[in-house]
């Protein structure tokens, strides 16, 4: 089990974030096509992550649809077969939801800036703050605060809950 501390945000300038957000750390920056199927699931939620070399990474989450800072608590367990992966669970639990996604991705220390255009919905951008063993859910607040303000996020952009419940 791994945990962050993580928010989201609709973004009504992508351009200019994306230069704040590079002005932190240029060199660590990769982009990913990502398709997220949701399941119906009891708990928390259930989604498979597909790449578009086939892999994927199956990821159950619990986290408040709350606005603004928020923990996650995690698992992620990767797959070399994600459409073998896909196909079981569509069959088990039936999909929920479908969320497709060109998300940028820019680390800085141990955090995770993503710039997300999410098809249907927009521009959006999510902040992930991994916590290592030692620290609290107040110290990835902090680390989270200090990056909102360098980057410029105002806490009326924050948005709760998920993309897919958008799309739902």
Known sequence: MASNIEMKARVEDPVALRQRALALN??????L???DTFFHCQTGRLKLRQFADGSAELIAYQRPNTQGARESVYYRTP???????LQALTASLGIKTIVRKRREVMLVGQSRIHLDAVESLGDFMEIEVVLEPDQSASDGETILADLMQKL??????????AYADFIE
């Open 33 to 35: 096509e990502q398709v």
């Open 79 to 85: 797959t070399a077969d994600g459409a073998g992966l």
């Open 152 to 161: 410029a996020i105002a806490s009326e952009h924050c948005i709760a809950g």
């Open 26 to 31: 240029p060199n660590d920056v990769y982009v």
